[in-house]
């Protein structure tokens, strides 16, 4: 993430290597699948029994990556926050 200064009372935030960099980190293998509009469905929290667990090596690749995109969102949201109480 770049923050750029160089305008006076503003800041310039450039995500798109970081945002890049979380897609490049995931393997061919782990975009495979079913794709969806959006990830919720009623099965969302529920756990499988059965189900086989994700190598650690993959484990970790998507803890990282959903914690990098969570703090993408959450940084968009304190934005729009401030930008809304500036109006």
Do not use: C
């Not at 990830?39 to 969302?44: F, G, K, T, V």
């Not at 029994?49 to 990282?64: A, G, N, Q």
């Amino acid at each position: 993430m770049k923050l750029d200064y160089t305008q006076k009372g503003k800041v310039i935030i450039d995500m798109i290597e970081y945002v890049e960099s979380m897609v490049k980190s995931f393997t061919d293998k782990d975009l495979q699948g079913i794709k969806v509009k959006i990830p919720w469905n009623d099965n969302l929290f529920k756990v499988r029994d059965k189900s086989l667990k994700l190598p650690r090596s993959r484990s970790e690749r998507f803890h990282t990556g959903t914690a990098q995109g969570a703090s993408v969102k959450d940084l968009i949201l304190v934005l729009q926050l401030h930008i809304s109480q500036q109006e």
